[in-house]
């Protein structure tokens, strides 16, 4: 089921979600992110709306968040509802890893990074845990500090349809293994909280990039051990630079800039494989996106996940 609030909603209605991190100001990777997402909920009638994934604090930039909500807001990207905060829904994370450790789903983890390293196989993600810690016991009426929170995974394949990349499975227990949801500073990591933050907001569809696709299996496996329901996924083609990585904060992608607005929306869509008119170069955003919401074609996005190459300066 989908919740509000712990509250069973209605999913007869599409709703969707761009879910940025304050790491810096939106660059272009990040906006065919939010373009995509957006005309997909809104070519079907649903809402968008726009989440703050701030739990990593040391890794926030000051004010990156504001300068987030301007831009979208300048390029008339309009979102529904209220902007959510990732670190004012801690008692929900919480409450969603009480329901596990009662499963008995979860264990203690004293391991070191460079102890997982040093004996752990290489899986699609680094290393992949070799459950050294795995017996250790979680009281339920104990609160572990100082260590990590793991999840015991299965051996069962978890399976899903990508609207794009198609059939898409996963053995967590020998691809992945065991994977923190707590870490050992206290913070809750990005899989737990954007399961619940998604069943939470009734999120129905999650378009999203397709470096995210390998974070799929983990999350939907916690929707399945929470009783939640799973979305459908759509995972569009990634930006890389002219050395083919991806386009990030990391790689010093240039920030969108409001005076290039109607440009960079423009190579968006056009990223995403949709052919706007020549005229629309001459109109501005309004007309854009009249435009865009009526003409979106999910069959035109390229389907490969594989990253496709653009060199896109704001």
């Known amino acids: 089921m989908l919740l509000k609030d712990n509250v069973p909603i209605a999913q007869s209605m599409y709703r969707g979600r761009f879910a940025p991190s304050p790491t810096g100001p939106l660059h272009f990777g990040s906006l ?3 373009v995509g997402s957006y005309l997909d909920a809104k070519f079907n ?3 968008w709306l726009v989440r703050i994934e701030d739990l990593d604090r040391q890794r926030e930039v000051s004010g990156a968040a504001d300068d987030i909500l301007r831009t979208l807001e300048a390029l008339g990207l ?3 509802d209220e902007v959510v905060y ?3 829904r801690l008692r929900f994370y919480q409450q969603a890893l009480d329901d596990l450790i009662k499963q008995k789903l979860i264990y203690p983890c004293h391991c070191s990074r460079k102890e997982i390293a040093d004996s752990s196989v290489v899986g699609i993600n680094g290393p992949i845990y070799p459950g050294t810690c795995s017996q250790n016991a979680l009281p339920l009426t104990q609160t572990i500090h100082g260590h990590a929170l793991r999840v015991r995974t299965q051996s069962d394949c978890i399976v899903f349809a990508d609207v794009l990349r198609g059939k898409y499975s996963q053995n967590l227990k020998q ?3 065991d994977f923190v949801l707590r870490r050992a500073d206290g913070i809750y990591t990005y899989q737990l909280a954007v399961v619940v933050d998604d069943a939470l907001q009734g999120i129905t569809h999650v378009v999203r990039g397709a470096d995210l696709i390998d974070s799929t299996p983990r999350q ?6 929470l009783g939640y329901a799973t979305p459908c996924y759509m995972h569009l083609p990634i930006v890389t630079n002219n050395v083919g990585e991806k386009l990030s904060k990391q790689t010093r992608a240039s920030a969108i800039q409001f005076q290039n607005a ?3 929306l423009i190579q968006a869509i056009q990223f995403l494989g949709q052919n706007p008119p020549e005229e629309l170069k001459q109109g501005n955003i309004a007309s854009f996106w009249q435009w865009a919401k009526k003409n979106w074609r999910v069959e035109k996005i390229p ?3 594989n990253t496709i190459s653009g060199d896109y300066m704001s």
């Open 86 to 88: 990732q670190t004012q």
């Open 262 to 264: 109607l440009t960079n």
């Open 32 to 34: 065919v992110a939010a």
């Open 303 to 305: 389907h490969n996940c």
């Open 220 to 225: 939907i496996f916690l929707q399945q051990l």
């Open 175 to 177: 691809e992945i293994g």
């Open 78 to 80: 309009e979102w529904d």
């Open 45 to 47: 009638d649903g809402k």
